[in-house]
């Protein structure tokens, strides 16, 4: 089995979290936001980066590359190989939103089609660190 760390979460969980200082909250509400205008559906996880790495894997595998800077260069699991600094356009995107222990916190999956969010909360329960961490 697996490594997992994972876990289904939410905004209001982060929002109350202690990481965070009222400053960087109130930033992070205002990216969110504009974020939910091109991608209303959203999913938050509290996961490792491996996991994290892991579930963008599965997203670009799904529905194609990530919407933003291109920053897989630095994955455990990598789907664009360039090295070069580039962006993608892409029907789904992440935000990285606080540590709330060693290479762990809350980041939130952001979706344009409620089909996509679906299938995403399907696979959250097999979100794992992947191959590069047997057990």
């Known amino acids: 089995m697996p490594y997992r760390t994972a876990k289904l979460s939410s905004y209001d969980a982060y929002r109350s979290s202690e990481n965070d200082d009222p400053e960087e909250r109130l930033c992070a509400d205002d990216e969110r936001s504009l974020l939910?205008?091109?991608f209303?559906?959203?999913?938050m996880l509290e996961v490792a980066y491996p996991?994290?790495?892991?579930?963008?894997?599965?997203?670009w595998e799904t529905f194609g590359p990530k919407h933003g800077p291109c920053r897989?260069?630095?994955?455990?699991?990598?789907?664009?190989?360039?090295e070069i600094k580039h962006s993608h356009e892409g029907a789904w995107?992440?935000?990285?939103?606080?540590?709330?222990?060693?290479?762990f916190g809350f980041?939130?999956?952001?979706?344009?089609?409620?089909?996509?969010?679906?299938?995403?909360?399907?696979?959250?329960?097999?979100?794992n660190w992947g191959e590069r961490f047997p057990d």
Request: net charge negative.
């Open 72 to 82: 897989q260069t630095q994955s455990n699991y990598p789907c664009c190989l360039s």
């Open 93 to 103: 995107c992440t935000r990285w939103f606080v540590k709330t222990d060693y290479d």
């Open 36 to 38: 939910l205008l091109q």
């Open 40 to 43: 209303p559906f959203a999913v």
């Open 51 to 59: 996991e994290m790495d892991f579930a963008d894997r599965w997203c």
């Open 107 to 127: 980041n939130e999956w952001y979706f344009r089609e409620q089909s996509q969010y679906e299938m995403f909360l399907s696979f959250v329960p097999l979100i």
